[in-house]
């Protein structure tokens, strides 16, 4: 809602600044979006009346003039306007003038001296019009500053409204707001009834009365549609954001913007019997104002006569029954439309009225006549003509109800936090136009028929606290025993964890919990996944049950922008049904932590060669976060999101806390991700136990170091083999790796070749061969007799 500061102030004139008042509104809940000056920053207009011009002698656009600008003199000006005439009055720069963007200083165009600048409105950024200079009505008094005559000093102000302060979509809505929290006193336009000069009516029928419960209508004969809009109303409406159209039709926005309620003029002439107000036949259509045609949905209510539709109800009207400059006699409607037959009809339709945003969100349902009868006077007033009678249907079942709420008083001091009296709140309810009972200390209140946001008793608490003032309630700082929580040495905290992975190169991401339904079916498995009553967006339907399509998400937005390494991470919760046969205890919603690589295993550079990530770049990762302390063991498994031969799940200290793996080539291609990811996923517990370090002697005696080479099975996992090795090593052997595997020639069919290194150390002494010697078979013998492997010759 965009308005001028000195349309409102003419209402109510509160002792505050601009600023004041515009804080004032925010703070009341009618936030204010915008302000800015209704016109550019200029100095040195004045008006002046050109005098005399002839055609300059050296061009054939130009013309020389003389400008009497009042107390400044006769001036001698070149001007190129093509309006330009003797005795136009029109707004003039005087010499060391300030235009935007540039100074007037005395010149000579073409050898003729100027002494100055006729200025159309787009030379003072008042508008884009420079087809000619700005025409200012002959009584303008020569040699006042344009600024002043213009009111250009003047503010307009554009309010962020909630849908439920429909009823500040107008000037005598937001006067009636700043009445109340100030004080000062509000004064609205008089409006009488006008008196009817001829008894012409016509018909009214409410056919659809929950849709249109009160119509009013009046026939207005003999009307001069080509009477011109006043300034003073062109300049209101035009600083409301509303163009200028006629006279006729600006009186309807004029009010609808001064009450708040949305009016038409119809062309009398093409009117045909009774006005209905109806639902439409099927197949029914109506050209509207916008030029579009339109086919109804049946429940959009429309407005026609005996023979055809006119308008779409509480939206726009047609086109055929439009006011013109040829109309004489017009029929003016003024209707209360309910929210719930206007609400996304528009938007359905693929445009938006002022008349719809406002009936929408709801208008004062006993306002008509009052409306109807400031649109008269206006009418008659600007473009004369003879007033019928009123005719109003009205159907009262269909009508809003007003129903008393009770405030007490005690709730609202304790809802707010301060301290009010009973008269306090009494007074500051009666501030709002409400009727209020006061019973004892509780209040009986019933809201005005503007107001359709106060049902219930919380309603009347927010409103005490507006007009009381939010800057007034005290925001005392909470006071607390505060204790220091015990942090054990062996836990760290889920920020530790993130500060780890981004280490080692990864970015955290936060992704929705809310996901498509085939990410689940794809990464998951999850065929049945926790659905959503009320999604937010088609595509966000279920709640996740795993990171990885998150994950994945966040990459194919990355390949869109050709981003060709990712690596990325989340930590977030899954949600999950109970398993079968447990108690119901609702969801489970354990944390997880995610991660993704994609791309190159290095950043592009002239030390490495290029090559692409793979399983064991990741399983590397994870092992020097997860199995430094700790035993982290790799095992084959399958995954519904991963490639069935380069997956594993995750052991630690031989649980299982999650899987690693490169994505399925088939989600790859489906989602156009290029070259897979490879992905990990486990759960946050993991991450947060650590293990405390002790100490261990350095042995100052030197270690002895033998290789093993031993012949297995092809299909032999390695990891078993190693934990039995290193279970069964004697008390000097320090550590057991694999440092080669060998398959190729010279190796029998269907075995392979795996040497570890063995290293053997004693801290008190050294060692002599035959403990090392004896140490080694043991650990060949280990190998033959469990998993049937020999020594390589």
């Known amino acids: ?70 107390e400044h003199g006769v001036l001698q000006i070149v001007c ?56 200012l009505p002959e009584d303008a008094p020569i040699g006042t500053d344009i600024r002043k005559y213009l009111n250009l000093d003047d503010t307009l102000i554009t309010l962020k409204l909630t849908p439920n302060r429909a009823d500040c979509l107008s000037l005598t809505g937001i006067a009636r707001e700043v009445a109340a929290l100030t004080g000062a006193p509000l004064t609205l336009p008089a409006i009488e009834p006008v008196a009817a000069v001829n008894q012409d009516t016509r018909g009214i029928v409410l056919d659809a009365p929950d ?37 006729l039709v600006d009186v309807t926005n004029y009010v609808m913007l001064e009450l708040g309620q949305p009016l038409h003029a119809f062309d009398d002439a093409e009117l045909s019997g009774a006005i209905h107000v109806r639902y439409p036949e099927p197949g029914e ?51 209360f439309f309910t929210p719930t037959a206007i609400a996304g009809k528009a938007r359905a339709l693929g445009f938006s009225s002022d008349a719809s945003h406002r009936y929408e969100r709801g208008v004062d349902f006993e306002l008509q006549r009052r409306a109807i009868e400031r649109a008269t006077q206006l009418i008659v007033e600007l473009c004369g003509g003879q007033p019928g009678p009123v005719t109003e249907a009205v159907s009262s079942a269909h009508l809003p109800a007003r129903q008393p709420v009770r405030l007490r008083s005690a709730r609202a001091v304790k809802v707010l936090g301060i301290p009010l009296s009973a008269d306090q709140i009494g007074k500051l309810l009666a501030g709002l136009g409400t009727k209020v009972e006061r019973q004892g200390d509780d209040f009986v209140v019933t809201p005005p028929s503007h107001r359709f946001d106060m049902e219930i008793e919380e309603d009347l608490i927010e409103e005490i606290a507006r007009l009381h003032g939010y800057d007034n309630i005290p925001a005392p700082p909470p006071k607390a025993q505060l204790a220091m929580l015990p942090l054990p040495e062996n836990r760290r905290g889920a920020m530790a964890v993130r500060h780890l992975l981004a280490e080692r190169g990864y970015f955290e991401v936060v992704t929705m919990s809310f996901v498509e339904a085939a990410w689940e079916a794809d990464f998951a498995g999850n065929a049945a996944p926790i659905q959503l009553a009320n999604p937010i967006a088609s595509q966000m339907g279920v709640m996740r049950s795993t990171l990885i399509g998150g994950l994945v998400g966040v990459l194919a937005a990355n390949r869109k922008r050709q981003t060709e390494r990712v690596r990325a991470f989340e930590i977030g919760r899954v949600f999950s049904r109970d398993p079968a046969g447990q108690p119901v205890t609702g969801f489970r919603q354990p944390q997880r932590v995610a991660g993704l690589w994609a791309g190159s295993a290095l950043p592009e550079q002239w030390g490495a060669a290029t090559r692409p990530v793979d399983f064991y770049d990741v399983k590397g990762d994870l092992e020097a976060l997860l199995g430094v302390s700790r035993r982290l063991t790799f095992a084959k498994a399958a995954h519904p999101a991963l490639h069935p031969g380069r997956s594993a799940e995750l052991l630690l200290d031989g649980k299982e806390i999650g899987i690693v793996g490169e994505l399925h080539p088939k989600w790859a291609q489906k989602y156009e991700l290029g070259t897979a990811p490879v992905v990990f996923e486990t759960s946050l517990d993991a991450w947060l136990a650590t293990v405390l370090p002790t100490y261990r002697e350095v042995s100052r005696f030197p270690a002895v170091t033998r290789d093993l080479a031993l012949v297995v099975g092809r299909d032999q996992p390695v990891e078993p083999l190693l934990d039995a090795l290193r279970s069964r090593a004697a008390a000097v052997v320090s550590d057991i790796r694999l440092f080669d595997l060998y398959q190729g020639k010279g190796m029998p069919e269907g075995q392979k070749s795996l040497a570890f290194r063995i290293v053997m150390q004693h801290t008190e002494r050294t060692l002599e061969d035959a403990e090392v010697e004896a140490g080694v078979a043991e650990l060949i013998e280990v190998a033959r007799k469990e998993f049937g492997a020999v020594l390589r010759g």
């Open 285 to 335: 259509q109506l050209l509207l104002l916008n030029e579009q045609t339109v086919t109804p949905s049946a429940d959009t209510a429309l407005i026609a006569d005996e023979a055809k539709p006119l308008a779409l109800a509480g939206i726009m009207g047609g086109e055929h029954s439009g006011i013109a400059d040829t109309t004489r006699d017009l029929f003016l409607e003024c209707a």
């Open 1 to 70: 809602m965009q308005f001028p500061e000195s349309w409102l102030r003419a209402l109510v004139n509160p002792p505050l600044s601009t600023d004041e008042l515009c804080h004032l509104l925010t703070m009341a809940g009618l936030e204010v979006e915008e302000r800015r000056a209704a016109a550019a920053d200029f100095s040195g207009v004045v008006v002046a009346r050109v005098l005399f011009t002839e055609k300059h002698p050296d061009a054939d656009k130009l013309k020389l003039c003389k400008v009497d600008t009042g």
């Open 211 to 247: 849709a249109c419960p009160r119509y009013c209508g009046r026939i207005v004969r003999g009307v001069n549609a080509k009477a011109p809009t006043p300034d003073w109303m062109k300049q209101r409406i035009e600083r409301c954001g509303i163009r200028s159209i006629s006279a």
């Open 80 to 135: 190129g306007a093509p309006n330009v005439a003797p005795g136009m009055v029109a707004p003039c720069a005087l010499v060391g003038a300030r235009l935007p963007g540039f100074e007037i200083k005395k010149a000579k165009v073409r050898g003729i001296e100027s002494f100055g600048m006729m200025c159309s409105a787009r030379e003072l950024g008042m508008s884009e019009d420079h087809g000619g200079l700005l025409a």
